[in-house]
């Protein structure tokens, strides 16, 4: 079946150190995002891709880095800079068309040892 | 970015129908409204979306009122698979495509 898969589910990040968190598709979908969830609150926007070799800032993109290199695959990384990093991470991906449906993962849930 | 106004919580009984109110005064012409919903430690999930006409699928209806600065999200038969929180976001198609969650609304559902 087509969709998104995300890994690790469960993540923890010792102090200092920089965690990757991996995100694939298969929907052939040309945009991906990273969103970010703390308790009881809305996803707020990390950065997003539009197509491979280009992404942007989302409105909380300091302390994480991204990279898409290739279309079905979007890998975030928090880094140690990031200093509030536990939270739940969700990845998506769409057609990349204005009103096209976000199709989301299962997310990343990431806590400090 | 036009923002929503959603009640925190709403309880129903199992099949019975729900009404999710969103409220959007400062929703402009361009502006799409999506409702998407999230179960517990699970991701958003898609539900509807409409520009200015009813819009149903088989998920729910979308009720879009006339001046467009309010819309109703409409479950017809809630089930206990229902109880999520319900996001109404507005996306504005000449903007950038992300999307701009609030906190939503709560729906318990009783058996």
């Known amino acids: 079946d087509g969709g998104i898969t995300q890994s690790p589910k469960y993540l923890f990040r010792k102090e200092g150190q920089n965690v990757t968190l991996s995100c694939e598709q298969n929907?052939?979908?040309?945009?991906m995002y990273w969103y970010r969830q703390d308790p009881g609150q809305g996803l707020r926007l990390i950065y997003y891709?539009?197509?491979?070799?280009?992404?942007q800032k989302g409105d909380i993109a300091e302390g994480y880095s991204v990279s898409r290199e290739k279309k079905e695959s979007f890998p975030l990384t928090v880094t140690s800079a990031q200093k509030n990093p536990t939270a739940f991470y969700l990845c998506?991906?769409?057609?990349?068309?204005?009103?096209?449906?976000?199709?989301f993962g299962d997310g990343t849930r990431l806590s400090i040892l | 970015d036009a923002k929503t106004t959603q009640p925190n919580s709403m309880e129903s009984n199992e099949e019975e129908p729900v009404h999710l109110p969103c409220n959007h005064s400062?929703?402009?012409?361009?502006?799409?409204i999506h409702w998407y919903r999230q179960l517990p430690s699970q991701g958003p999930e898609y539900v509807i979306h409409?520009?200015?006409s009813n819009v149903n699928n088989r998920m729910a209806s979308l009720a879009i009122a006339e001046d467009r600065k309010s819309s109703t999200l409409i479950l017809h038969r809630a089930t206990l698979r229902d109880a999520a929180v319900y996001y109404c976001?507005?996306?504005?198609?000449?903007?950038?495509?992300?999307?701009?969650f609030g906190t939503g609304t709560r729906l318990q559902v009783f058996p």
């Open positions: 998506a991906s769409s057609i990349g068309r204005l009103n096209q449906p976000q199709h």
């Open positions: 929907l052939n979908h040309d945009a």
């Open positions: 891709s539009q197509i491979v070799n280009d992404f």
């Open positions: 400062t929703i402009s012409g361009t502006d799409y």
């Open positions: 409409g520009l200015t």
């Open positions: 976001i507005l996306r504005d198609v000449r903007g950038t495509d992300k999307l701009i």
